[in-house]
């Protein structure tokens, strides 16, 4: 059983120049430790899929399935408990302090404000924006605002994150930084879907995929994979 | 030796070897044996020397128009050797070399352009080679993150990979792009006539 699994994922709005059809079939396996990043163009439906996989919108057909539970039939979503979905500073957070940002979850589930603000804290260290801590959210730079985010849903230790567009408006210069951690949280076990625009997002996941015409399309196969065109040769290390 | 007098000569040069010889000369003047070592270091995987031998006949050929020296006074005792430096004339030469590769990818882009709208009559695979390359732009982009950590003797040699790393990167993305646009002209092909977008 798959972490999570979508089987023949559509999904279609309507327009008034008629029905667009933006997942046609998708079908997606993630298990602990991935990290696979969608790529597309605008207006390709990557974001429509991150939003499905995390069971905040559902497929007009096909079925998502987080730990073995439809997300469909879930009772209460998983947002906040297995899935997290990191968003950066709302316009309502703009005005708090980080740390504050940070432990509201907690605090929504019970948890008290003295535990809430280590786990917090120890959040903030994981994803490398600890100095942030006192700061306010709308005072942040693009990607510590992604660390925070991230830092937020990692509070209620999902085991998998859903991140749309993390290296969005960061800086060329701290983008790679942004990845490294993905790639550092996927290597202790949380999965981690991610999508892109840019095909400098791509770095150093273990599946990249594209999404076009509303297909999903990946890696090619092992036979394919010694005739690849492209392939640059990478200086040696030294 | 002027500019003037090694601009004249560099129109035959073609092979990549020894440009790229030339440009570990313009880095630092070296001799001969070391540069041997340096090649092998800096462009492995990208340029061989087919021997230690190979990087003589270079330097030979790079003398002879002009585009390195030996620096005064380094080939006297009882064994010289003697360290190469590059004139100004052909530092500049070099820089123009380096623009003129991005006319040499356009070239190749473009034959493969010309080469797969030659498939455009087969469909299914020219289709078959869109997904193909594709896949092979994904592949080339989701390889591992570039060190960021460097000791100052490997900060040089890092900051050239994460250059390499960020135009392959770069060019992968307009690949991708690229890719969805044939994907539609060739549903265009296949579609009945009518007024195209």
Redesign the interface.
Same mark, same amino acid.
């Given at each position: 059983m798959s972490l999570l699994a979508l089987q023949d994922v559509c999904k279609r709005y309507s327009r008034t120049a008629g029905e667009r059809t933006v997942l046609r079939d998708v079908t997606l396996q993630l298990e602990p430790g991935d990290l696979a990043v969608v790529w597309g163009l605008k207006g390709s439906g990557r974001s429509t899929l991150l939003r499905i996989a995390a069971g905040i919108e559902a497929p007009d057909s096909g079925s998502v399935r987080f730990e073995g539970r439809d997300l469909a039939q879930a009772d209460e979503g998983l947002l906040g408990g297995g899935i997290g979905f990191p968003e950066r500073g709302s316009r309502s957070a703009e005005g708090r302090g980080v740390l504050d940002h940070v432990m509201v979850g907690l605090l929504a589930h019970g948890v008290g404000p003295r535990a809430a603000r280590t786990r917090a804290l120890r959040a903030l260290e994981r994803v490398g924006a600890e100095q942030t801590a006192s700061q306010r959210v709308a005072a942040l730079e693009q990607d510590e605002s992604v660390r925070v985010a991230i830092a937020r849903a990692l509070t209620l230790e999902p085991a998998l994150l859903v991140i749309d567009e993390p290296t969005k408006g960061v800086d060329q210069l701290a983008r790679d930084g942004v990845l490294a951690l993905l790639r550092s949280l996927a290597n202790d076990g949380i999965a981690v879907l991610a999508s892109t625009s840019e095909s400098t997002g791509l770095a150093g996941a273990d599946r990249a995929l594209a999404l076009s015409e509303g297909e999903l399309r990946g890696a090619p196969p092992a036979e394919l994979a010694t005739v690849l065109p492209l392939r640059r040769p990478r200086r040696a290390a030294g | 030796m002027g500019a003037g007098r090694v601009r004249k000569q560099q129109g035959n040069m073609q092979s990549p070897v020894n440009w790229a010889l030339l440009g570990l000369v313009i880095e630092r003047p070296s001799y001969a044996y070391e540069l041997a070592h340096r090649f092998d270091?800096?462009?492995?995987?990208?340029l061989s020397l087919s021997s230690t031998s190979h990087v003589y006949t270079a330097l030979a050929a790079l003398e002879e128009r002009g585009l390195v020296e030996e620096v005064p006074g380094s080939s006297t005792g009882r064994q010289p050797k003697p360290r190469y430096r590059a004139p100004q004339g052909a530092v500049e030469l070099y820089q123009q070399w380096l623009i003129g590769q991005l006319a040499e990818e356009r070239r190749r882009q473009r034959l493969?352009a010309i080469e797969l709208a030659a498939l455009m009559g087969r469909p299914e695979l020219a289709r078959g080679v869109i997904?193909?390359? @594709?896949?092979?732009? %994904?592949?080339?982009?989701?390889?591992?993150?570039?060190s #960021?950590d460097a000791n100052s003797e490997?900060k040089v040699?890092q900051l050239?990979?994460r250059l390499?790393? @960020?135009e392959?990167? %770069?060019a992968?993305?307009a690949?991708?792009?690229w890719? #969805?646009y044939l994907?539609r002209e060739l549903?265009a092909i296949g579609e009945p006539a009518s007024p195209r977008r």
């Amino acid at each position: 059983m798959s972490l999570l699994a979508l089987q023949d994922v559509c999904k279609r709005y309507s327009r008034t120049a008629g029905e667009r059809t933006v997942l046609r079939d998708v079908t997606l396996q993630l298990e602990p430790g991935d990290l696979a990043v969608v790529w597309g163009l605008k207006g390709s439906g990557r974001s429509t899929l991150l939003r499905i996989a995390a069971g905040i919108e559902a497929p007009d057909s096909g079925s998502v399935r987080f730990e073995g539970r439809d997300l469909a039939q879930a009772d209460e979503g998983l947002l906040g408990g297995g899935i997290g979905f990191p968003e950066r500073g709302s316009r309502s957070a703009e005005g708090r302090g980080v740390l504050d940002h940070v432990m509201v979850g907690l605090l929504a589930h019970g948890v008290g404000p003295r535990a809430a603000r280590t786990r917090a804290l120890r959040a903030l260290e994981r994803v490398g924006a600890e100095q942030t801590a006192s700061q306010r959210v709308a005072a942040l730079e693009q990607d510590e605002s992604v660390r925070v985010a991230i830092a937020r849903a990692l509070t209620l230790e999902p085991a998998l994150l859903v991140i749309d567009e993390p290296t969005k408006g960061v800086d060329q210069l701290a983008r790679d930084g942004v990845l490294a951690l993905l790639r550092s949280l996927a290597n202790d076990g949380i999965a981690v879907l991610a999508s892109t625009s840019e095909s400098t997002g791509l770095a150093g996941a273990d599946r990249a995929l594209a999404l076009s015409e509303g297909e999903l399309r990946g890696a090619p196969p092992a036979e394919l994979a010694t005739v690849l065109p492209l392939r640059r040769p990478r200086r040696a290390a030294g | 030796m002027g500019a003037g007098r090694v601009r004249k000569q560099q129109g035959n040069m073609q092979s990549p070897v020894n440009w790229a010889l030339l440009g570990l000369v313009i880095e630092r003047p070296s001799y001969a044996y070391e540069l041997a070592h340096r090649f092998d270091r800096t462009y492995d995987g990208a340029l061989s020397l087919s021997s230690t031998s190979h990087v003589y006949t270079a330097l030979a050929a790079l003398e002879e128009r002009g585009l390195v020296e030996e620096v005064p006074g380094s080939s006297t005792g009882r064994q010289p050797k003697p360290r190469y430096r590059a004139p100004q004339g052909a530092v500049e030469l070099y820089q123009q070399w380096l623009i003129g590769q991005l006319a040499e990818e356009r070239r190749r882009q473009r034959l493969f352009a010309i080469e797969l709208a030659a498939l455009m009559g087969r469909p299914e695979l020219a289709r078959g080679v869109i997904d193909g390359y @594709e896949q092979a732009c %994904l592949q080339e982009a989701s390889d591992p993150l570039p060190s #960021q950590d460097a000791n100052s003797e490997e900060k040089v040699s890092q900051l050239a990979d994460r250059l390499i790393d @960020e135009e392959n990167r %770069l060019a992968v993305g307009a690949h991708l792009a690229w890719v #969805q646009y044939l994907r539609r002209e060739l549903q265009a092909i296949g579609e009945p006539a009518s007024p195209r977008r």
